[in-house]
């Protein structure tokens, strides 16, 4: 079954310190892998998405994500984070399945300590 | 440019109800996706539709649930005789082009459904 995992409900860090937000995939060919980020109340914002190419994956709000085939991974990464990051971060998988659809994560929350 | 809209952004219902939730994707857009979160939970695929059809309802319940994306006017998820488990949060999302290419989505803010 194809599916994306992310195995941390949450997240804390510092202001200022260097994030992670780890996400796994599991598909049958090769993956088209996203990250979106939900505030409170609101509806999924994009944040990067990897197709193919440079593993190394640059987005929006200074974040970047890494693409690992042998890990099967795509953590989601950002050098100095800010309180204003705080917020839940989904992985995504495109899969076919019937026909071509997200799969997402169940999502997670980074709390970003001043 | 505006993005996807989605109303009412809030909505309560009692048991047995009907509940209507629109969505109208960003202009231009043809492909429509429905989508349930519940409560501290991901994001679960509906339906996905273009402008007069279904192409995929895999996600949606047998019973209750159905919905349009007509000519004219906004995609409409509709839910009859509403249930308590029905209470969740609706999210519309559209894309240009279909998924087989890798386009993302662009998200409505939510209907967020009450059923009490």
């Known amino acids: 079954a194809q599916s994306v995992a992310q195995p941390e409900d949450q997240v804390n860090v510092a202001e200022g310190n260097p994030l992670t937000v780890k996400c796994t995939y599991s598909v049958s060919g090769n993956p088209y892998l996203f990250w979106y980020v939900q505030y409170p109340n609101r509806g999924l914002q994009f944040l990067l998405k990897y197709i193919t190419g440079d593993n190394l994956v640059k987005g929006s709000y200074g974040f970047e994500a890494e693409f690992n085939k042998s890990q099967t991974s795509f953590h989601l990464k950002k050098p100095s984070a800010l309180v204003s990051d705080s917020a839940l971060y989904f992985c995504a998988v495109i899969a076919l399945s019937g026909t071509y659809k997200y799969i997402f994560g169940t999502g997670t929350r980074l709390k970003v300590l001043a | 440019n505006a993005g996807v809209m989605q109303n009412p952004r809030h909505l309560v219902r009692r048991r047995g109800q009907e509940a209507r939730l629109r969505c109208s994707p960003m202009?231009?857009?043809?492909?429509v996706y429905w989508y349930r979160q519940l409560p501290e939970e991901g994001l679960k695929f509906m339906v996905y539709?273009?402008?007069?059809?279904?192409?995929?309802e895999s996600g949606m319940p047998k019973e209750r649930f159905s919905a349009e994306f007509p000519k004219e006017g906004p995609s409409i998820l509709r839910i009859q005789q509403v249930v308590r488990g029905d209470s969740a949060a609706y999210f519309c999302?559209?894309?240009?082009?279909?998924?087989?290419?890798?386009?993302?989505?662009?998200f409505g803010p939510g209907t967020r459904l009450t059923v009490l």
């Open positions: 539709l273009q402008k007069e059809n279904i192409i995929d």
């Open positions: 999302a559209s894309s240009l082009l279909g998924l087989a290419g890798a386009n993302e989505q662009f």
């Open positions: 202009k231009g857009h043809s492909h």
